[in-house]
């Protein structure tokens, strides 16, 4: 059974870091892209970041370029987004997918609220 576990969530203040953890399992994760997306309260669920398989490319959506690294252990079949120096509008759920089937696999989300 395909599952995701997202977990690194929280409060944290503007400028600070956190970082986020997806835990893949019932499928061969080295063979897949892995995403990262988020959704706010009363907005669209956008893109944040993608690795690739092979090579390790990566994209991320304009708004967290330079903050945001994404990166993939396919030994322990996890995708972990480090985010620095948080700003107010990265407040969101945060969401791990895999790009199988027509809409993908989610996992439950991840809270992150910044807030002073």
């Known amino acids: 059974q395909l599952r995701l576990v997202e977990s690194g969530g929280g409060l944290v203040q503007p400028g600070g870091s956190l970082r986020l953890s997806c835990a893949a399992s019932?499928?061969?994760?080295?063979?897949?892209?892995m995403y990262w997306y988020r959704q706010a309260p009363g907005k669209e669920r956008e893109i944040v970041a993608r690795?690739?398989?092979?090579?390790?490319?990566?994209y991320y959506r304009d708004s967290v370029k330079g903050r945001f690294t994404i990166s993939r252990d396919d030994t322990e079949s996890t995708v972990t987004l480090q985010m620095n120096d948080l700003e107010a509008e990265d407040t969101a759920v945060y969401y791990c997918?895999?790009?199988?089937?027509?809409?993908?696999?989610w996992g439950q989300g991840t809270q992150v609220t910044v807030s002073s």
């Open positions: 019932g499928f061969t994760f080295s063979r897949y892209y």
């Open positions: 690795i690739s398989n092979v090579g390790g490319e990566t």
């Open positions: 997918n895999v790009p199988i089937g027509d809409s993908g696999y």
